[in-house]
Every structure is written in C-alpha cells, then in structure tokens.
C-alpha cells in the first residue's frame, strides 16, 4: 500500500502520520461501504479500481501541504542563513549598482525611444484591464482608438506584468516601467552572480557582474530602444545558463536528489520565463542553447580530471544531464503553452506580415559589416547600426582574445596534477586550486562559440540563413548580440585566470637559465605579472563602460511629454472614446483631442479582415444596427473583455448589428438559448453578430480561440503532472 509507506516514511512527523493513517482507514471504510468488505471477498473490479485511484489521488492531495511547508521551511532556512548570511554584501552593492545604472531613468523619467508610444500604452491598458478584473487581458480595449486590439495574445506579457506591483502601490505608468527595468537587471545580475561563481572566486564574480551591467547593448535596448521586453528576455539568459550547468554537472558530483529536482525546477521555470518574455530572444538564445551542454563533457569531465578530483564517473552517464536540460525545456514549453501555442498557432489570423513595414525590417538589409566574402569589409550605414558597430567591434576583439586563453589554457594543461601541487605550494598568492577550473575550460569554449556565431550573423557571411521565414521575424540581424551579454564579461574573467597563470608560467621559464627558483623571486614574478594582466581586462572593461557611458549620454528625455501621458492616461473613462477637433498627433502613434487622448497601435496585431481607416472620420456609438431602424437596442452592459444588451429585431428576417471593435475570432457571443459563436467582420473588418426575429438578451465576451484553450489546458495538465512528478521524486530521493 503506497499510502502506509508514506505514512511511516522520515518526511512527517508522527502526528501526521496518524492524521494520514485516519484518511487510509475512513477511505477503507468508505471502499467497505461500497460492497467490498475484505481483501479476499468478490467485489465490482471497477469500483475497486475506482476506489484506487481514488485513495492515491486523496493521499497525494493530502500530503501536498506537507510537502509544500517543508519546502518552504528549507528554503527560508537556506536563504536567510546561508545565501544571505554569505552573499549579502555581494547583493547589496550589486542593487547600488543598479541604481547607478537607472539613474538616469529615476531623474529623468522614462525617455523617449523607438517604443515609447507602445510601452506606455500597452502598460496603462494592462494595469488597468487587470486591477478591473482581467487576470490575463489579452485583447486591449483602448487600442486603435477604442476599436481594440490582440496585443497580448501575441505580445508577451512577463514583461508588462512585472509593473502591477507599481501600479497597486499607485505608480505612474511611466514609474511602473521603470520599476519593470529594474526588475529585469536585477534579475539579470542575480542570475550573472550565480553562474559566474560556478567558475570564479566570489569576488571575480562580483565584479564581471558589475561589468555585465554596464554592457553596451544591454544599455541601448533600456535607453535607447526601450526594448523592456528584450531586457526581460536577456534577464533569465544566465538562470538557464547556470541551471543547465549545475544539471549537467550534477550527474558527476551530486548524489540529493532534491537538488538534482531543484536544479531541474529552476531550469523550467527560468525557460519559461524567457518563453514569456521575448520571443526573438527566446529562438536565438535555444538555437545556441542546444549545443552549449556538450562543451562541459568535452574537456572538463574528461577521466584524469575527475579522478583528479575524486569525482564518481561512472555513478551516471554523462549524457544523463544533458536528456534531462532537455526535458526540463520540454516542460517548461508545456508549462508557457497558454502563451506559446495561440501565439504560433494563431499567426495566420492575423497582418503579421506588417512586421516588415519596409526593407529595413528584414535582418538580411540590416549586418552591421559587409563584404568580408569579398575581402572588403563595409560598415553598415544605417544610422542607428552605427552606434552598434563599436560594440560588435568589442566583441570580434574579445572573441579572439577568448580563443587564444582557450589554446594557452588547453596547451599549458592547466588542471593538471602538477599544476595542482605548485599551486597548493603557494596558494597564499593566488586562488587555491578547486573544482571550478575543472568546468571552466568546456564552459569557455560554448562561450567562444556563442561569440562567433553571433559575429557571423551580423555580417553577410550569415546572409545565406536569413532566407529562413522564421529567421526573418527577428528583423534586426544585431539581435544576435543580445547572446554575447553574458559570455563577453565571463571571457573577461577566464581571460585574466587564464593569461594570468601562462604569464606566470613564460616569466618564470624566461628567468630560469638567470635566477634559482625560490619564493622571493616567485612573489615579484606574480606582482607583475598581476599588473600586466589585471592592466589588460581592466582596460577592455574601460572600454565597455565607456561605451555604456555613451549610450546613456545620447539618450533623449523629455518629461514633461511623459508626463503628460500620465495625467492624460489617468483621465480615460472606458469605454468612452475622444473625438472632438483640434487633433494633433502625440508620441507618433498617439492623437491627443480636445476632450482627452486616443490610443494607436501597431497594424501587426490586427485580424486580416480588418481594413477600416483609424480614428473614424466620426465618432460611431457602442452598438448600432447595420440597417438603421430595424428595432431597438438597449445597452446593459459594457465592460472589460464583455458586452450584454437587450435587442428587438422588429422585422420577419435576420438582421445584423455592429459593435465598435475591430473583428477578431477570440471574441464570440451567445444569444438566449444559443451555443456560443464566433463573432463574424463585416466588409471593413469590425465585429458584427447576427439578430433574428424577436427580442434577445445578447452576450458578447472574449473567450479566446481554439489553441488558447488548448493551451491553457497543456499549461494546466504540465503543472499538474510537475507536483505529481516532485511528490514522487522526494519521496523516492531519500533526502
């Protein structure tokens, strides 16, 4: 009886145990009840079978809080004893950090940028469908000038949610978009902390971060682009990096498989997080991602070094963490499916050819250099590739940098045993040896990698792949560079270990036929050699802050025009929508009327019937007849996501009302005694529904289309199956 082991398993203490003995004896009881008063009596093998599954799914439901409470006491003694207790200075100078770093946002507002207009709108919309009832508001009704659009069933939505904890405290939409940017880089730091001490002392790390902060493209998607979802989607970069290493890595030094579970759980939820982030982001980062895990075995987990290091190879296969990264992606697709699947499934809905408004939307029209297949390189011309160029010039140096510490690394043998012992000798001057240079030469390599790929498509040697349909939907090819963010500071740091230990190494070789080797030659040696080296990363990360430096310099400000989004956005009164003359456009997608402001947006987004003219030339009501003067209409209702009405159909046939939204096959309606249907378009693509003869109560609502039902069904089935799955991996672990 599965039900009598956990009951007198080590997990609960005895008064839950009796508490799950009286569920497993009132169950029997009840099973008795039912006709099947013995184990050897003749009984319904269906109800039994019932009965079963019936007792297992009560057990599982009745352990779950137990479960949930001893996690949540672990976590609360691990974090504020230990993680807090060790990293707490590191976390604090990282958030100072932060702030100098959205300085400029705090003083200034939010700046004027290539997204201004969509942020701002999309944030006010969200905020305020959610604090009015809408959990997850995929349709913004204020959008196109109140005729509304399916932002968010394509858009998604992490990044726009991490501002309700600003607006509930009664932040400005400006401030909740700051608030959201800051979330990201926290985020972002923390996860870059946490992966860069899988390689690195504790204060390496903490600089690198600090470095990672001020990288130049980062700064240009928060400043100049205003990109917030792409900053989210570069956030959970180093969480899936770090958890897919410690998976990986595990299998070879873990034996708890409650942290083998949380390193999994950390990779699916961190994947899921990117999934709902940005979807450009999300396609470049796996197509790299894929391939990254099989650096570690290459040269870190090779036979000498794990003897070396007293580590158990054959405990697992060493491709037993690599299945398990990709199952863990595999779950973290089910676990983001009610976003995913309508957002991929539901495209053909939709104008999404929009996002190629011109040729400068295809990444193939915007590499940053070409020529190099002709032996004449060119810089790209576009103004705004050309603030992108230094950077990309940064990151071809760095790549040929990392190569050379790969080499010299791998050549000078550097986790050998010897190496070992003359570091242990004088380990009071340098970094004693560990279990991180162990991993670091593999992990070094998927870095150089990542570099390369992202060098090649950004010039016209990658051309060849954007022929690609989905390739092109990234549009810019130098959102490539959102994948070197990471790597470039964590080469910075393998870069200075690495050339740090070969300078040593060539200095001592150079002095030996001069000078007997003792310690008071080696100290001088390792001085300099610490100068020349720490001179060399301390001037590339010069060079990365002054590029930072620079994008925030060249950031546009204008408050008082974000301000005024502000007061205008907080005087809307849905569903009301302005019209009145003089109209002046505001934001550049945005028309500002004499009674209040109108809310554009973008054509991409919009059902493919749709082709009416926005704003109208004149306002339009709520409802109203196709026909004029076939019956009466009688508004009750009219709110988020939902719309009800009483209407009169005074003549013999049926008749069609309007509604003032644009036509989208997520909206459906149901008349008194009707199944719910789709609603139809009319000629210039608005939602109409058919009337016939008679009085009817007409219910309008947002219920979403077939695969976003099957997605929130894929998403609820994962989470079901991943606590069922986490209950049997305790409870089978041991721990």
């Known amino acids: 009886d599965w039900s009598s082991d956990v009951c007198s398993s080590d997990l609960f203490p005895s008064h839950d145990r009796g508490a799950m003995q009286f569920f497993s004896t009132a169950w029997r009881s009840k099973v008795t009840a039912w006709g099947c008063p013995s184990k050897g009596a003749k009984g319904s093998t269906m109800i039994k079978d019932l009965a079963h599954q019936y007792h297992q799914v009560l057990t599982l439901l009745s352990i779950l809080p137990k479960v949930l409470r001893t996690f949540l006491s672990r976590f609360k003694r691990i974090w504020l004893k230990e993680i807090w207790g060790q990293q707490g200075g590191s976390f604090l100078l990282i958030g100072g950090v932060i702030l100098v770093t959205i300085a400029p946002l705090l003083e200034q507002n939010y700046p004027i940028n290539h997204a201004t207009q969509f942020n701002l709108s999309w944030v006010f919309q969200y905020q305020r469908q959610f604090l009015g009832g809408q959990l997850y508001p995929r349709w913004l009704e204020s959008s196109n000038f109140g005729f509304g659009n399916a932002t968010f069933v394509f858009y998604p939505p992490l990044s726009v949610v991490a501002t309700l904890p600003f607006a509930v405290l009664g932040g400005s939409v400006s401030n909740s978009l700051v608030g959201s940017m800051t979330i990201a880089l926290l985020v972002f ?171 400068d939307y295809y990444p193939q029209n915007r590499l940053l250099l070409t020529g190099l297949m002709g032996f004449a390189p060119k810089v790209s011309t576009h103004w705004f590739d050309q603030t992108i160029v230094p950077y990309l010039l940064f990151v071809i140096i760095l790549f040929f940098l990392g190569c050379l510490a790969w080499i010299l690394a791998l050549k000078s043998n550097l986790n050998s045993q010897a190496d070992k012992q003359s570091q242990d000798l004088l380990q009071h001057l340098w970094q004693p040896y560990d279990r991180r240079e162990t991993v670091r030469q593999g992990a070094a390599l998927g870095w150089c990698i990542t570099l390369l790929l992202a060098i090649v498509m950004v010039t016209d040697v990658g051309r060849i792949f954007y022929g690609l349909t989905l390739m092109q939907k990234i549009q810019f090819s130098w959102r490539w560079l959102s994948l070197t963010i990471v790597p470039i500071s964590l080469l910075l740091g393998y870069i200075y270990t690495v050339f740090l230990a070969v300078g040593k190494n060539i200095l001592n070789s150079c002095l030996n036929p001069v000078f007997s080797s003792s310690v008071f030659r080696l100290k001088p040696i390792h001085i300099l050699t610490q100068l020349l080296v720490l001179g060399l990363v301390s001037g590339l990360s010069l060079v990365l802050f002054i590029q930072g430096n620079q994008v925030m310099d060249q950031t546009v400000f204008n408050a008082s025009e974000i301000e005024t989004f502000n007061t205008l956005s907080v005087q809307k009164t849905f569903p009301q929508e302005p019209h009145l003359s003089p109209q002046e456009p505001f934001l550049n997608w945005h028309i500002r009327f004499a009674d209040g402001l109108g809310l554009g947006d973008v054509y991409e987004y919009r059902a493919r019937p749709v082709k009416i003219g926005l704003p109208p030339s004149s306002p339009l009501p709520l409802v109203e007849w196709v026909n004029p003067g076939l019956g009466s209409i009688a508004l009750e209702d009219w709110q988020y996501g939902k719309r009800s009405f009483q209407v009169t159909n005074t003549t013999d046939q049926e008749q069609w009302l309007r509604l003032r939204q644009l036509y989208y096959p997520g909206w459906q309606f149901h008349l008194t005694g009707e199944p719910w249907r789709s609603v139809f378009a009319s000629e210039e693509g608005l939602a109409e529904i058919p009337i016939p003869p008679g009085t009817h109560k007409a219910i309008v609502a947002y219920r979403g289309t077939a695969a976003e039902a099957w997605g929130r069904t894929l998403s609820g089935f994962t989470v079901g199956l991943g606590i069922i799955g986490l209950i049997f991996s305790w409870k089978n672990s041991g721990d």
């Open 189 to 359: 730091a923390l996860g870059f902390y946490g992966y860069a001490t899988c390689f690195f002392r504790k204060s390496l790390s903490l600089i690198l971060t600090i470095v990672s902060l001020f990288n130049p493209y980062l700064l240009i998607n928060l400043y100049q682009r205003g990109a917030m979802a792409e900053v989210w989607g570069i956030a959970w970069i180093p969480w899936v990096l770090g958890f897919t290493h410690c998976l990986v890595w595990s299998c070879y030094r873990e034996n708890s498989g409650l942290k083998r579970s949380f390193y999994r759980v950390g990779l699916i939820l961190s994947y899921s997080g990117l999934m709902l982030s940005h979807l450009p982001t999300l396609l470049l980062f796996t197509i790299v991602w894929v391939g990254l895990p099989w650096c570690t075995p290459i040269q870190a987990l090779d036979t000498q070094a794990l003897n070396t290091q007293g580590l158990n190879r054959e405990k697992r296969s060493k491709s037993q963490g690599i299945l398990e990264s990709y199952g863990s992606f595999g779950v973290a697709i089910g676990l983001s499916s009610f976003y995913l699947l309508p957002a991929w499934l539901d495209q053909s809905l939709i104008q999404l050819e929009n996002l190629h408004p011109d040729g």
